[in-house]
């Protein structure tokens, strides 16, 4: 094992600062934990620098407020592999946004490797090492800290700036620079992190197909839900499983006795939330409610011609990725893609003008923001998908 340092005092803070002011990049993972719990428990920070490797033993700490610092220096190159649940977790408990960012899983598909590519992967592929991957569902929380957890966090860190540095020179090469720069920024905007409210209803593939009054339950429920998580630090299927959102859903107006009936809903649950259930449903309508239920999706069947139209078009969108020896679904998304094909007037940040402009092409681009006036012709032996 390489020479480290763990961090657990004031102490190891300070000396971190003072060793590592004037350092240009900062390689970084996290480990933490989200199962069976409503708040992700942060326990490691595991950063490299040009002065050595370090782990913040974020449970025994007081804080980690000279990572916090360096993560919103936009002087400072921060360089990690699939770092946005990372950056996400910062922001949520330290409310930082991180600046001057380089992902190596991003990088990765802009100079022809399929995204997402693990990070395991990626080490193999650009540097012909293997990187142990045995630890990870591990105890994190567990102290003291067992050595072989201590190696599998410094290996999920050691190769970032050898794969930062292999990766740019290719960009460089390909003329990349500014579209990794652009797609990079994403991170690095506070409306990224914003929390859209009541969002897993409004994405709940229930929700469209409804009555009012059962949509109405199931945007409650679903926030009753959170909110009981929320309250005992639980994650939300330790308070109600997913799976059984819909039959409690589809059972609520025949009240308690409906429940009850239903053998997929437990009689441990009726007992204890059925009367609670049967309230949720019979309130009355907020106004609040009324302008969730505006954004709720209209149903829609999708013409078994017009989904020949969009396959076609997304077929084309791969064709020219592949081309470019660009990762498709970096491009465009798959699920994006079914999303707007289903709702015709569905728009997206990634229709902007940028550096997909460029790959794409003017063509794909109209057909993606007009697909509804998208036709196919056959003539001549020849088969052509046009705009009306």
Same mark, same amino acid.
């Given at each position: 094992?390489?020479?480290?340092?763990?961090? =657990?005092?004031?102490?190891?803070?300070?000396?971190?600062?003072?060793?590592?002011?004037?350092i240009?990049?900062?390689?970084?993972?996290?480990?933490?934990?989200?199962e069976?719990?409503y708040q992700?428990?942060?326990?490691?920070?595991?950063?490299?620098?040009?002065?050595? +490797?370090?782990?913040?033993?974020?449970?025994?700490?007081?804080h980690?407020?000279?990572?916090v610092?360096?993560?919103?220096?936009?002087?400072?190159l921060?360089?990690? %592999?699939? !770092?946005?649940?990372?950056?996400?977790?910062?922001?949520?408990?330290?409310?930082?946004?991180?600046?001057?960012?380089?992902?190596?899983?991003?990088?990765?598909?802009?100079?022809?490797?399929?995204?997402?590519?693990?990070? &395991?992967?990626?080490v193999?592929?650009?540097?012909?090492?293997?990187?142990?991957?045995?630890?990870?569902?591990?105890?994190?929380?567990?102290?003291p800290?067992?050595?072989?957890?201590?190696?599998?966090?410094?290996?999920?860190?050691?190769?970032?700036?050898?794969? %930062?540095?292999?990766?740019?020179?290719?960009?460089?090469?390909?003329?990349?620079?500014?579209?990794v720069?652009?797609?990079?920024?994403?991170?690095?905007?506070?409306?990224?992190?914003?929390?859209?409210?009541?969002?897993?209803?409004?994405?709940?593939?229930?929700?469209?197909?409804?009555?009012?009054?059962?949509?109405?339950?199931?945007?409650?429920?679903?926030?009753?839900?959170?909110?009981?998580?929320?309250?005992?630090?639980?994650?939300?299927?330790?308070?109600?499983?997913?799976?059984?959102?819909?039959?409690?859903?589809?059972?609520?107006?025949?009240?308690?006795?409906? +429940?009850?009936?239903? &053998?997929?809903?437990?009689?441990?649950?009726?007992?204890?939330?059925?009367?609670?259930?049967?309230?949720?449903?019979?309130?009355?309508? =907020?106004?609040?409610e009324?302008?969730?239920?505006?954004?709720?999706?209209?149903?829609? &069947?999708?013409?078994?011609?017009?989904?020949?139209?969009?396959?076609?078009?997304?077929?084309?969108?791969?064709?020219?990725?592949?081309?470019?020896?660009?990762?498709?679904?970096?491009?465009?998304?798959?699920?994006?893609?079914?999303?707007?094909?289903?709702? =015709?007037?569905?728009?997206?940040?990634?229709?902007?003008?940028?550096?997909?402009?460029?790959?794409?092409?003017?063509?794909?681009?109209?057909?993606?923001?007009?697909?509804?006036?998208?036709?196919?012709?056959?003539?001549? !032996?020849?088969?052509?998908? &046009?705009?009306r």
């Amino acid at each position: 094992m390489k020479d480290y340092s763990l961090l =657990t005092n004031e102490q190891d803070l300070q000396q971190f600062r003072e060793e590592n002011k004037q350092i240009d990049w900062l390689c970084i993972d996290t480990e933490f934990i989200g199962e069976k719990r409503y708040q992700t428990l942060l326990c490691l920070v595991q950063v490299a620098t040009t002065n050595g +490797l370090y782990i913040f033993d974020a449970i025994q700490l007081p804080h980690i407020q000279p990572i916090v610092e360096i993560l919103a220096n936009p002087n400072i190159l921060k360089i990690s %592999h699939a !770092g946005e649940n990372d950056y996400r977790l910062m922001q949520e408990l330290y409310q930082v946004i991180p600046k001057n960012v380089f992902d190596t899983q991003i990088a990765a598909g802009f100079v022809g490797h399929r995204y997402p590519i693990s990070f &395991r992967a990626l080490v193999q592929a650009e540097l012909n090492r293997r990187v142990s991957k045995v630890q990870t569902v591990t105890d994190w929380e567990h102290r003291p800290i067992k050595a072989r957890q201590i190696q599998y966090a410094l290996d999920d860190v050691i190769p970032l700036k050898a794969l %930062h540095d292999k990766l740019s020179s290719q960009i460089e090469k390909l003329n990349r620079t500014d579209w990794v720069k652009e797609e990079m920024q994403k991170v690095e905007s506070a409306e990224y992190y914003e929390k859209i409210p009541f969002r897993e209803a409004l994405n709940h593939n229930l929700l469209p197909a409804l009555a009012r009054k059962e949509q109405v339950f199931l945007i409650r429920l679903i926030e009753w839900r959170r909110q009981l998580a929320e309250r005992r630090n639980h994650s939300k299927e330790m308070v109600l499983a997913k799976k059984y959102i819909p039959p409690i859903v589809k059972s609520i107006h025949l009240g308690v006795e409906g +429940l009850r009936q239903n &053998r997929r809903i437990s009689e441990r649950f009726v007992k204890r939330y059925g009367k609670d259930m049967e309230t949720l449903y019979k309130k009355d309508i =907020t106004a609040e409610e009324k302008d969730i239920l505006r954004k709720v999706p209209t149903p829609t &069947r999708i013409d078994p011609k017009k989904e020949i139209k969009m396959e076609m078009l997304y077929a084309f969108i791969n064709y020219q990725c592949l081309s470019h020896k660009i990762a498709p679904e970096l491009v465009f998304p798959r699920g994006l893609f079914k999303r707007m094909k289903e709702n =015709t007037s569905l728009t997206s940040d990634l229709l902007k003008a940028g550096w997909r402009n460029k790959i794409l092409g003017t063509a794909i681009m109209k057909s993606l923001s007009q697909r509804d006036q998208l036709q196919i012709e056959i003539e001549e !032996g020849q088969m052509v998908l &046009r705009l009306r």
